[in-house]
Antibody, heavy 119, light 110 residues
Framework: QVQLQESGPGLVKPSETLSLTCAVS?????????WGWIRQPPGKGLEWIGS???????YYNPSLKSRVTISVDTSKNQFSLKLSSVTAADTAVYYC????????????WGQGTLVTVSS | QSVLTQPPSASGTPGQRVTISCSGS????????VNWYQQLPGTAPKLLIY???QRPSGVPDRFSGSKSGTSASLAISGLQSEDEADYYC???????????FGGGTKLTVL
């Protein structure tokens, strides 16, 4: 059974960099699939941030591309998200999920982690 | 404003059939498959329908999906109280080169 678990600071100051990690268990990232990040501001809808293949190939949401970096560490079976120059608008629950290479559906999802941007 | 358009709310009584629409364009729904997610209160989204009309293992056959042109629909038959949740459609957008989501529909079981 594939499981994903997000971790990282729950509070980030404005203008700083948000950093999260997603640990994968029950499946080797090196075996395939894309691995993605999706966020959800409080009381709002879902927004795809970006995804990475085990080879390191990435693709990002154009609206966030200038501030996003996603990386993978196959030795630790985890992948990470960095979002720079954060503002209050980046306050959200951040989810990681496995993404199919064809059809772009996400399954399963991590439980999510709330990141608040505030001084 | 979301690229895919969903009604903000829907409702039905137990046992009824409800449908939730998802409207897009030629660059997303019109040329790619649609996926649906269910988000129960306080939990992470869960894949409900993939590739327009396929159910993952464990999803009851009360849930079904369809697509026609640039629109898609999620139907829930035999509505149950535990179906009360937010539902999101999603698809790849060839113009934006991004996965796009609908704004979500909050389903209330009366």
């Amino acid at each position: 059974q594939v499981q994903l678990q997000e971790s990282g600071p729950g509070l980030v100051k404005p203008s700083e960099t948000l950093s999260l990690t997603c640990a994968v268990s029950g499946y080797s990232i090196s075996s395939g699939y894309y691995w993605g990040w999706i966020r959800q501001p409080p009381g709002k809808g879902l927004e795809w941030i970006g995804s990475i293949y085990h080879s390191g190939s990435t693709y990002y949401n154009p609206s966030l591309k200038s501030r996003v970096t996603i990386s993978v560490d196959t030795s630790k079976n985890q992948f990470s998200l960095k979002l720079s120059s954060v503002t209050a608008a980046d306050t959200a629950v951040y989810y990681c999920a496995r993404e199919t290479t064809v059809g772009n559906w996400f399954d399963p999802w991590g439980q999510g982690t709330l990141v608040t941007v505030s001084s | 404003q979301s690229v895919l358009t969903q009604p903000p709310s829907a409702s039905g009584t137990p046992g009824q059939r409800v449908t939730i629409s998802c409207s897009g364009s030629s660059s997303n729904i019109g040329s790619n498959t649609v996926n649906w997610y269910q988000q129960l209160p306080g939990t992470a989204p869960k894949l409900l329908i993939y590739s327009n009309n396929q159910r993952p293992s464990g999803v009851p056959d009360r849930f079904s999906g369809s697509k026609s042109g640039t629109s898609a629909s999620l139907a829930i038959s035999g509505l149950q109280s535990e179906d009360e949740a937010d539902y999101y459609c999603a698809a790849w957008d060839d113009s934006l080169n991004a996965v796009v989501f609908g704004g979500g529909t909050k389903l209330t079981v009366l």
